[in-house]
C-alpha cells in the first residue's frame, strides 16, 4: 500500500507498517506506544495554555517516538497533531536535526521561547 496521505483510514497501518520495537510482543504494547502522541499533544497543549514548557518530557517523548517509527515520526506527528502546535514541534525537530528548517514546512515559524528552552540544555 503506498501512503501520499496520512489519514483516519490509513494511519494505524501506516503506524504498524513503520513500527520498529524488537521488545513488543503484544497489540496492547504497541497502543500503549502510540499513546505517546496523545502525551506529546497534552504537553504542547498545557505550553500554549500556560505558558509552561516541560522541555525534557516532551524531548524524551519524540525521540522514543523515533526511536520506535524512525523518520516516519515526521508524518504521524504532524498528522496526529494539530496545526497549532506545528511551530513548537517543529522546533524540537529542528533542535534534534531531524528536520531542515529551510526546507520542510517553510511556512510554519519556529517557536523561538521553545528553542530558547532547548538551547539551554
Known amino acids: 500500500m503506498k501512503f501520499n496521505e496520512l489519514n483516519e483510514d ?10 520498529e520495537n524488537p521488545h513488543c510482543s503484544t ?3 504497541f497502543f500503549e506506544d ?3 502522541f496523545k502525551y506529546i499533544k497534552r504537553l504542547l497543549k498545557k505550553y500554549l495554555s500556560t505558558g509552561l514548557l ?9 525521540i522514543i517516538i523515533f526511536n520506535l517509527f524512525d523518520d ?3 508524518p504521524l506527528l504532524f498528522y496526529k497533531l494539530e496545526p497549532q502546535y506545528w511551530s513548537a514541534l517543529k522546533s ?6 531531524r528536520i531542515d ?3 520542510f514546512l517553510l511556512q510554519i515559524q519556529l517557536d523561538t521561547y521553545c528553542l530558547e528552552e532547548l538551547n539551554k540544555i
Open 10 to 19: 490509513n494511519f494505524l497501518l501506516f503506524a504498524i507498517k513503520n513500527y
Open 27 to 29: 497489540k496492547d504494547e
Open 34 to 36: 502510540l499513546k505517546r
Open 54 to 62: 516541560k522541555t525534557h518530557l516532551l524531548l524524551n517523548h519524540i
Open 72 to 74: 516516519a515520526g515526521i
Open 92 to 97: 524540537f525537530l529542528v533542535y534534534l536535526n
Open 101 to 103: 528548517p529551510d526546507v
